[in-house]
């Protein structure tokens, strides 16, 4: 009984101290719901999150305070209200929170993606930017893609002929598996050793372990007793990778193949205790980084794609379009190859329009902020955490007409992009902590959607109608389809 009184003074302790931090200075906090004491407002939050937040938003305005356990949140949803805190204050808000799933799995908050704002960031973004996510090193995997799409438009083509229907979701995500693993350790996940339960299940679980919502993370006095065994969980996982990349790591620094084309891993090493090198980085970083590539990359491209040809099949008159335009410009006598991809308008524009709909991390990553800051005379205190909810600003009806349509054409004669430097469509992100595998990501998502539409019909199973189709999604890391997609192929090209 002891523990429980000593939890609960803790609990009181933390919460008067936060109380005394945020109220005694009677700096105006942005509006939001009031919540309770040490819970906040956790119980406003469901299933969605993304639209439990947009739903407020509406209520409070597109600034928004809400306490999440004892840790004060800012939302932010709307293009407008993005802009000042990624880019008029991007260096405000350049840091990540604590996070007990980045502790546990990504080496300690050493993994890119969840650093804080320093130094080590600094030196690990500039490596991934110009060593392994450069036009250059991603053009020499052109190759592999080729090879991998081959093969998947191959395995659809045999279903094809047997006319049965085709589970899109696993395929596509298998694609993308291999192509993540074979760029940046060399070979596909498959064909490596791992533990019984194979490399894309403990994926998986460290996936859904971080997008867990953990009381730790929430009410930091009680993180260390792991109320719902989730700690435990994750260094369980945690400890399967690491022995997992100690290996990969320990066969790369023996191989002796001079002559292949480096894969991720390799270009790593080569920058371990080098004199020369200007990146200071150790085993234990690049561990951090292999999971990075790997987490930052699989899902995300293959939700969008997943998303991208179910819009697809439930508008047909779009579906129609798209083949036309792949028609005229790669012919139907060969398939597309990446060079084809910036001559495909029409393409593109239907991969922006589900990146507005559907963008695969609706509340991008956690920022938090590094001091206290005046927003639109808000005060932002110093180590809140800053939630972007770019699912509601894909949204916003002042910056989209008929905003749940998917419509491509809204952007003939827009130049609108995805890339950042337009607020109101930030799927990548936007400023210092913005996605650094855009172009990857975009390519990897053309190519095989362009492969998809270009070869095949499709045509949903048991005389469902195209209007029928369940959209219905799943909240987690990323937010991909709640059903996976069933559908079968018709081939259609002249080769
Ligand atoms: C369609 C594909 C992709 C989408 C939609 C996407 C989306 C995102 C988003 C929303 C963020 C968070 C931005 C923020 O917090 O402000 C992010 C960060 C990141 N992405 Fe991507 N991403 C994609 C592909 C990739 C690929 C292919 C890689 C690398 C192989 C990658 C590596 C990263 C990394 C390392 C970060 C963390 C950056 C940092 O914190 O400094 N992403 N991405």
């Not at 350790?185 to 867990?212: C, H, N, P, T, Y």
């Not at 920022?367 to 639109?376: L, Q, R, V």
């Not at 492969?451 to 937010?479: I, K, R, Y």
Request: include cysteine; proline fraction near 5%; hydrophobic fraction near 40%.
């Amino acid at each position: 009984m002891a523990w429980i009184w000593t939890i609960l003074a803790l609990l009181l302790l933390a919460y008067i101290l936060l109380w005394k931090r945020t109220n005694n200075n009677n700096k105006r906090l942005p509006p939001g719901p009031r919540g309770f004491p040490i819970f906040g407002s956790l119980h406003l939050l469901g299933e969605f999150p993304h639209r439990d937040l947009h739903r407020l938003a509406k209520q409070y305005g597109p600034i928004m305070h809400i306490r999440l356990g004892l840790i004060p949140t800012i939302v932010v949803s709307s293009p407008k209200a993005a802009e000042l805190f990624l880019k008029t204050h991007d260096l405000v808000f350049a840091s990540r929170p604590p996070h007990e799933a980045a502790k546990h799995i990504s080496y300690n908050q050493k993994s890119m993606a969840f650093a804080e704002y320093g130094s080590y960031w600094r030196d690990v973004r500039k490596m991934c930017t110009l060593e392994l996510l450069s036009n250059v090193k991603i053009n020499s995997f052109r190759a592999m893609r080729k090879e991998e799409v081959g093969l998947f438009i191959d395995s659809l083509r045999k279903s094809a002929r047997d006319r049965v229907a085709v589970d899109l979701s696993v395929k596509v995500s298998s694609l993308s598996a291999d192509m993540s693993c074979r760029m940046v350790f060399g070979k596909k996940f498959a064909d490596s050793e791992f533990d019984e339960r194979g490399f894309k299940a403990v994926i998986q679980e460290g996936m859904q372990l971080s997008a867990a919502p953990n009381l730790g993370d929430y009410i930091p006095p009680i993180a260390s007793l792991d109320l719902q065994g989730l700690t435990k969980k994750m260094k369980k996982v945690g400890k399967v990778f690491d022995d997992f990349f100690e290996k990969i790591i320990d066969e790369h620094a023996q191989s002796k193949d001079e002559d292949k084309n480096k894969d991720f891993v390799d270009v790593m090493l080569g920058f371990l205790g080098s004199e020369e090198s200007e990146y200071r980085i150790e085993r234990s970083n690049i561990k951090a980084i292999i999971l990075d590539m790997l987490s930052a990359s699989i899902d995300t491209a293959s939700t969008t794609i997943d998303w991208a040809i179910s819009e697809l099949i439930k508008n047909p008159n779009i579906m129609k379009k798209v083949q036309e335009e792949l028609e005229n410009t790669v012919g139907m006598k060969r398939t597309v190859e990446e060079t084809d991809l910036e001559s495909l308008d029409y393409l593109n524009m239907v991969v922006k329009e589900t990146l507005r709909l559907h963008p695969a991390g609706p509340l991008l990553i956690p920022h938090a902020s590094t001091e206290d800051c005046t927003i639109n005379g808000f005060h932002i205190p110093k180590k809140a955490h800053i939630i972007i909810n770019a699912w509601a600003i894909g949204r916003d009806p002042d910056a989209w007409t008929d905003a749940e349509k998917f419509s491509p054409e809204r952007f003939v004669g827009s130049n609108i992009d995805v890339r950042g430097r337009d607020l109101q469509l930030i799927p990548f992100g936007s400023g210092r902590r913005g996605c650094p595998g855009i172009q990857l990501g975009l390519t990897v998502v053309r190519l095989v959607l362009a492969q998809l539409v270009h070869c095949f019909d499709w045509e949903l199973p048991n005389g469902m109608s195209p209007a029928d189709l369940d959209m219905t999604e799943e909240f987690g890391l990323t937010v991909p389809r709640a059903k996976h997609l069933l559908a079968i192929p018709t081939y259609r090209l002249h080769k």
